[in-house]
């Protein structure tokens, strides 16, 4: 059962315009979310968090959105550049657990062309 | 700063072979955590440690064992190597709550094919 999913496995956007990358979740005790960038060869590195007393959430280029009642959300990268190609993860976690491990989704993989 | 160091970065193994992947981090970071990538399966937790002393059981623990040998290095044995073991295995570690923002910090990965 995949509690954190990434529908799109891939997507491609021109140089200088918007990317949107979607997750969806179905646990609704999670209440921290992270995005993670991943090129080949290279261990995930992070990116932008969320915690679920949020909506959204700024820095620089990227923009986490949260929408809980619809448990989705997503990153927005704004202008994307040429090195923003990789792939990327969001991941969840439950702080009522205790154990603060994060469950990550399938990952998509961004192209910017330029 | 080394970060999170893993070894080995490549290894073969034949089907029913043992081996041991090693990792280290030097950012006294109490939690320590082992993941693999497959694709169209993303990242799945095998097994984590809260704190020094600590173990559990991930996502997808079958076939594999950790040790917590003290705060800086967390290792992952593969007892018996499948070909279903085959994949990218990633080290990470974070500062227990304080991962919840900031996240882990990732190895470079150990890329193991079972033959």
């Known amino acids: 059962d995949q509690q954190v999913k990434q529908n799109s496995p891939s997507l491609s956007v021109q140089e200088g315009r918007i990317s949107i990358l979607n997750c969806d979740y179905t646990n609704s005790m999670f209440d921290y979310f992270l995005w993670y960038k991943k090129y080949p060869a290279e261990g995930p590195t992070f990116l932008i968090s969320?915690?679920?007393?949020?909506d959204k959430n700024e820095d620089g280029r990227f923009t986490v959105f949260l929408n809980k009642s619809a448990k989705h959300l997503s990153l927005h990268i704004v202008p994307s550049q040429p090195g923003d190609s990789a792939v990327y993860f969001c991941?969840?976690?439950?702080?009522?657990?205790?154990?603060?491990?994060?469950?990550f989704g399938t990952g998509t993989r961004l192209k910017v062309l330029a | 700063n080394a970060g999170v160091t893993q070894t080995p970065k490549f290894q073969v193994l034949k089907t029913g072979q043992s081996m041991t992947l090693q990792c280290a981090q030097d950012m006294n970071h109490n939690s320590m955590y082992w993941y693999r990538q497959d694709p169209g399966m993303g990242l799945r937790l095998i097994y984590y440690s809260a704190s020094e002393g600590t173990t559990d059981k991930g996502e997808v623990p079958n076939g594999y064992n950790v040790s917590r040998l003290n705060k800086r290095e967390f290792s992952l044995r593969l007892e018996s190597a499948a070909p279903s073991q085959t994949s990218v295995y990633f080290c990470a570690s974070s500062e227990r709550s304080a991962g919840l923002i900031y996240g882990y910090t990732f190895g470079s990965g150990t890329r193991l094919t079972v033959v």
């Open positions: 969320i915690s679920s007393i949020k």
């Open positions: 991941a969840a976690s439950g702080t009522a657990s205790g154990t603060y491990k994060y469950i």
